[in-house]
């Protein structure tokens, strides 16, 4: 089994409720978005280690994924070119809403979120969306 699989099926073990699925399709880009959103407001570099670093993870794991993970964190860089007004105070309050949304979710699944296990979860979490979006366009990954 491949160890992005792996992966992938580990993450999923805590993800099996529809309603925190649901959850899941929200925060899970939205915690994202808001993580790179206060670190834009502080400073745009930081944001492009994060995704270079987070890419080379991906790769390791699958190039598509990493391709994909790449194309999606672009799309979210150039919101953070748009939303300059107030950016940091609203990457805050989408963050911890966002989080509240995510423990709700997990309150409802009767597991607690996967990246209390291992950290590299936060980062699965928005490729393992990314693989249900390529899985449906019938992409390799």
Aim: positive net charge; contains cysteine.
């Amino acid at each position: 089994m491949r160890k992005i699989d792996e992966l992938f099926g580990r993450y999923g073990e805590s993800h099996r409720n529809p309603t925190n699925k649901a959850i899941h399709w929200i925060c899970v880009p939205l915690i994202t978005w808001s993580l790179l959103a206060a670190l834009w407001a502080w400073t745009p570099l930081a944001v492009y280690v994060l995704i270079a670093l987070a890419v080379v993870f991906y790769i390791s794991l699958s190039l598509p994924i990493a391709i994909g993970m790449l194309v999606v964190s672009a799309l979210m860089v150039l919101t953070l070119t748009i939303v300059t007004e107030h950016l940091l105070t609203l990457a805050l309050v989408v963050f911890v809403i966002a989080w509240i949304g995510q423990f709700i979710g997990h309150k409802i699944e009767g597991k607690k979120p996967s990246f209390f296990e291992d950290i590299k979860f936060l980062l699965i979490g928005p490729a393992w969306l990314l693989g249900f979006v390529y899985r449906r366009l019938g992409i390799a990954y």
